[in-house]
């Protein structure tokens, strides 16, 4: 078992799990929990319904239990979901645990000691997160993938001292921004972790053994409502980033392949007339260009507006 030599303290996060909160986690929990006691940085992106914010409050619990002095720091977009959605699974994993976990618990705070204390913020100033300084940290951002990076930057400053502890928790729904990077340009300072609604217990062993996991049912609904290939079916269901957002019509997976490709030069273009159609209440545009070769593929290098219509 997994205690401290000196007050019983559970200092394995999956131990305490099972012995002090009195739940069971499936495979994937275990791994991010034992990726926060290792890693100093820990990114989650997860399919719909696969107990991410239940990992993320054992998480918090387990960190305050097993540091003494220790300060745990959650956020998330809006103040409702960090009342609402990660807090009450907090209080109530709290409430039901098998062992006494003491302190005070409240909406948004869990209070221990002065130095040893669990605190909900919402992500809408990063004011917020100025003045938290501690010998034992966790900073726990769930919904991640909503979090801007102004935010991030706040974060970033609260981790200057060496045992802080970063865990970004979301599902995958924008290929861009701070939470898309800890898996792309960033990773090599992460843990990056994905879960896949096709590796739920619930699907794995073809019944619901887990109540509130994510049901094959489900994952067919969205299969023939979204269609496999759809960016919606990859967030939800398989817990990849879209291929394409809001504002981009080209996806990047297809810009790196055609970067690496080697192919025919394109053809030489001669100087003329351009237009680009604009869609709904965007301009329309033409005029007139000068192209000439360079490198693999046509550059403009002259353009004059010619006129802009509606």
Known sequence: MGKSANDGVVVNPVEFAREVLGVTLWSKQEEVLRAVMAERRVAVKSGNGLGKDFTAAVALLWYLHAHNPGIVLSTAPTFRQVRHVLWRQIRALHRR????????????????????????????????????????????????????????????????????????????????????????????????????????PNLVEGEENIAGLTTAEWVEERRAIWGENSDAYRARVLGEFPRLGEDVLIAKDDIDEAVEEEGPVAPPLDSGFRRNDGGGRDWSGMFLAGVERWAAGPVVIGAVSFSHLR
């Open 97 to 200: 645990a098998v062992q006494d976990l003491g302190g005070r618990m409240l909406d948004t705070r869990w209070e221990l000691a002065d130095d040893r204390y669990g605190l909900g913020l919402s992500a809408d100033e990063a004011e917020r997160f100025q003045g938290f300084h501690g010998k034992n940290m966790l900073v726990v951002v769930d919904e991640a993938e909503g979090i801007e990076d102004e935010i991030y930057e706040a974060i970033d400053a609260v981790m200057t001292s060496e045992n802080v502890k970063l865990l970004l928790i979301g599902n995958p729904t924008r290929p861009e921004g701070p939470f898309y990077r800890a898996f792309h340009d960033e990773k090599g300072i992460y843990r990056p972790i994905t879960i896949s609604a096709w590796e739920s």
